[in-house]
């Protein structure tokens, strides 16, 4: 079957690789017919294919498979970090409009990744302080470093609005600790 739809794959392929259309308008497309052609079971089968491939790769590879893990961690993580912020409501949603549904998705999004961001940005300063200051931070430590934590944000209570934080000379909040 994917022999005989050969010439019809390698166009797809070249056609996605080239950017001359989407992968997303040419899964509408395949998706739209109500009977499955032999295109779209020939594409169906190689999925398969690909499928048993990777997972023979990952049953023989500990370091993929550790990979793998520590990926899917990461989504969890973020998945986490969603739901701890979105607790008004049980984390539901209940707008009955698209338009509202959508403005809500879209802040939840931002002060999720307003959180990522601070994180970020201070975790780089503690690591740039601690090297200044001479200690040296394993590189097995940094790579295990997150973005993805909240505990020391105030999710739930009352938040008090300085009128002008304290700003080191780079425009940051200071370092809560000094080496």
Request: contains cysteine; hydrophobic residues 40%.
């Amino acid at each position: 079957m994917i022999r005989a739809h050969w010439d019809d794959i390698l166009r797809l392929i070249t056609s996605l690789r080239t950017r001359t259309v989407s992968a997303s308008l040419m899964l509408k497309r395949l998706s739209a017919k109500t009977s499955q052609s032999g295109f779209s079971q020939a594409l169906r089968q190689m999925g398969r294919i690909e499928r048993t491939l990777f997972t023979l790769d990952w049953i023989n590879d500990e370091d993929l498979r550790k990979t793998t893990t520590a990926e899917l961690n990461k989504g969890e993580s973020r998945n986490s970090l969603v739901r701890a912020v979105n607790l008004h409501r049980f984390g539901r949603f209940r707008d009955r409009s698209q338009e509202n549904l959508s403005i809500r998705a879209s802040a939840l999004n931002l002060v999720v990744t307003a959180i990522i961001h601070w994180n970020t940005i201070y975790t780089g300063r503690v690591i740039e302080a601690l090297y200044r200051a001479g200690q040296h931070v394993p590189d097995h430590l940094l790579s295990s470093l997150s973005p993805l934590t909240w505990e020391h944000v105030n999710l739930t209570g009352d938040y008090i609005w300085e009128d002008k934080p304290a700003l080191d000379d780079s425009g940051c909040r200071p370092l809560p600790f000094s080496v």
